[in-house]
């Protein structure tokens, strides 16, 4: 995180320290909060995004299957004549910074100040910015650098929309890192790919705001993982019991970035076959429903084993970052991304054998049993021989 030392002006605090950490409580001027957390640009005002690293969530505005209170409640108090009890009615942000001083006249001075919990906050602000004269906000800074306590702060600051173990996956090193490679020259036109660390937040790629985003482009550290444990792994059947632990192996700092490339164009081959063939994919939340397609992770390991030229090499070595490593997984990105209907055919074939040798149907059942996996690792080898040779080789 590069150095930002940023004066908060017109606060009021008192100390609420503890043995853990300094911290302060009170309120702050609303358009001095404003000014704190944007800067000026052509359009207007924009948000310093560089002070919402730590937060787990973007502006859950652009998100369309959420509603949220919270942000609705600022607005309608703004817009109402309640503005004036705006710190009464409204819990407030949380900011955590690694050194506070005190400032000008009623002013703070911040060192790496991370808003952890109010992204809704600001944003509804900015939005009706001449409402604010004469409002206060609740606010709450910790002067930390410990990164578990700060996990513990987001956790129990973030009570309006509820916090998953997704969620905080935004917060990892080498998630912060693949933020940068997917919205960089590094990866060729990054508008074929959207990859979005936090929910609501901005989309990687200069022109991601010009008209609707494809969905189906959208790629979560979530789906980043999940692929990873049922491709990279071979363990589908495993993936959703797994996860939990998996984050370090995952997001191995050592890993060469373009492997999360392939693996999320695996995301997107399977969305595509499910777009055209009617299936319910729906990775779009954590829970599915009952009707979605079961053997989504399934589909992603059998794209893995049909596409990847080394589907088994992958011990530590194998995926570490160096010129060969990228050109392999360069490789296998372009091949998904330049094939993408006939091998989502293909895998949707593959799973389908697998199915058939086992005398089953593909069910939630069978998808929770790792002699289909098996299954399909056998059938995925048949198929690309019988089948796929046109299209690889």
């Known amino acids: 995180m590069r150095d930002v030392v940023l004066t908060l002006r017109n606060v009021q605090l008192s100390d609420i320290s503890t043995r853990t950490a300094r911290a302060f409580l009170g309120t702050v001027d609303a358009g001095s909060l404003v000014a704190f957390a944007t800067e000026e640009a052509p359009a207007g005002l924009r948000i310093r995004h560089v002070l919402f690293q730590d937060n787990v969530r973007g502006d859950l505005r652009s998100e369309k299957y959420i509603d949220n209170a919270g942000a609705r409640g600022i607005a309608t108090t703004l817009r109402s004549g309640f503005r004036h009890d705006l710190a009464l009615l409204h819990n407030g942000i ?160 050592t890993h060469e970035a373009a492997l999360y490339a392939a693996l999320a164009w695996t995301v997107v081959v399977g969305r595509l076959w499910a777009l055209r063939t009617g299936k319910k994919w729906q990775d779009r939340f954590v829970r599915s429903s009952a009707d979605a397609f079961p053997a989504r992770l399934h589909f992603l390991f059998a794209v893995w084993r049909l596409c990847e030229a080394k589907p088994q090499d992958v011990e530590p070595a194998d995926l570490r970052s160096c010129e060969a ?69």
Not at 151 to 162: F, H, K, L, P, Y
Not at 175 to 185: E, K, M, N, T, W
Not at 372 to 392: C, D, N
């Open 94 to 253: 949380t900011v955590t910074a690694s050194a506070c001083q005190p400032g000008e006249p009623d002013g703070v001075v911040l060192h790496h100040p991370q808003i952890v919990n109010g992204c809704q906050t600001i944003h509804t602000l900015v939005r009706n910015f001449g409402a604010l004269d004469g409002c206060r906000v609740v606010i709450k800074i910790v002067v930390t650098s410990d990164e578990r306590l700060k996990d513990r702060i987001v956790a129990a600051a973030n009570t309006q929309e509820s916090l998953d173990y997704y969620d905080m996956l935004s917060r990892n090193a080498r998630v912060r890192d693949l933020i940068a490679y997917f919205a960089s020259p590094a990866y060729p036109d990054p508008r074929t790919i959207w990859f979005q660390a936090r929910r609501g937040a901005r989309l990687s790629g200069p022109d991601e705001m010009r008209g609707e985003p494809d969905w189906s482009r959208i790629v979560r550290p979530r789906h980043l993982m999940e692929a990873y444990i049922a491709a990279v792994e071979g363990q589908p059947h495993a993936a959703r019991t797994t996860f939990m632990r998996k984050a370090a192996s995952v997001f191995a700092e």
């Open 325 to 393: 490593n990228r050109l392999r997984f360069l490789r296998l990105r372009d091949r998904l991304q330049a094939d993408a209907e006939p091998i989502g055919d293909l895998a949707w074939k593959t799973l389908q054998v697998a199915a058939s040798r086992l005398g089953k149907h593909i069910d939630s059942g069978l998808a929770g049993r790792a002699v289909y996996t098996a299954s399909i690792a056998a059938a995925a080898a048949e198929v690309r021989a019988a089948e796929a040779r046109a299209i690889f080789d």
